[in-house]
């Protein structure tokens, strides 16, 4: 069974960072691809940051230059750096894991609060 377990978010000032992590149950190199999502009250849930096996990366163009993804394969985590938070970036953060044979994965959400 796959896990995924995020940790990290919390309340910050405009301006501030904070660093997600996602810890996986399982190797890092059987998902295709591993992201971030986020969802807002009232809003969509919407792509954040992926990252696939190979190291390739994409971002909504809404956090282009503020976040990073990366992996570490040995510790099979995740984590996305948030720099120059903003109040827009208030959501529930949750770490999506995909797999070619068996499809997604979530994990449970952390929240991020940014204060203006």
């Known amino acids: 069974q796959v896990q995924l377990v995020e940790s990290g978010g919390g309340l910050v000032q405009s301006g501030g960072s904070l660093r997600l992590s996602c810890a996986a149950s399982?190797?890092?190199?059987?998902?295709?691809?591993m992201a971030w999502y986020r969802q807002a009250p009232g809003k969509q849930r919407e792509l954040v940051a992926a990252?696939?096996?190979?190291?390739?990366?994409n971002y909504a163009n809404s956090v282009k230059g503020r976040f990073t993804i990366s992996r570490d394969n040995a510790k099979n985590t995740v984590y996305l750096v948030m720099n120059s938070l903003q109040p827009e970036d208030t959501a529930v953060y949750y770490c999506?894991?995909?797999?070619?044979?068996?499809?997604?994965?979530w994990g449970q959400g952390t929240q991020v609060t940014v204060s203006s």
């Open positions: 399982v190797s890092l190199p059987s998902f295709y691809r």
């Open positions: 999506n894991a995909y797999q070619l044979s068996s499809g997604n994965y």
């Open positions: 990252i696939t096996s190979g190291g390739c990366t």
